[in-house]
């Protein structure tokens, strides 16, 4: 079993930061490839970015984050960062955490990012 435990979410204005931590802990040398993913209210539950197991870390970005979120990988401390910069009232959702593992696909509860306009 892989555990996960986001943090980072909140208020912020228009044009602001934030950053999101998720924290990894169980069978952690399973997991192939970790991601975030968000979803607003009535809408679908979509990628925002991954991050691979590979050295180097290959990324993928969903486009209407490009440019603005980073998404990192400390395997030191087994956790997952999203950086995210330039924030938009349309990036206002909660943000999960997810780890795809040999033996199945695990989420995190969800931290709530508000960005007011």
């Known amino acids: 079993q892989v555990q996960l435990v986001e943090s980072g979410g909140g208020l912020v204005q228009a044009g602001g930061s934030l950053r999101l931590s998720c924290a990894v802990s169980?069978?952690?040398?399973?997991?192939?490839?970790m991601g975030w993913y968000r979803q607003a209210p009535g809408k679908q539950r979509d990628l925002v970015a991954s991050?691979?197991?590979?050295?180097?870390?290959?990324?993928n970005y969903a486009d209407s984050v490009k440019g603005r979120f980073t998404i990192s990988r400390d395997n030191t401390k087994n956790t997952v960062h999203l950086q995210m910069n330039s924030l938009k009232p349309e990036d206002t959702a909660v943000y999960y955490c997810?780890?795809?593992?040999?033996?199945?696909?695990?989420w995190g509860q969800g931290t709530q990012v508000t960005v007011s306009s």
């Open positions: 997810n780890a795809n593992a040999l033996m199945g696909v695990f």
């Open positions: 169980g069978s952690r040398f399973s997991i192939q490839d």
């Open positions: 991050i691979s197991r590979a050295r180097g870390g290959n990324t």
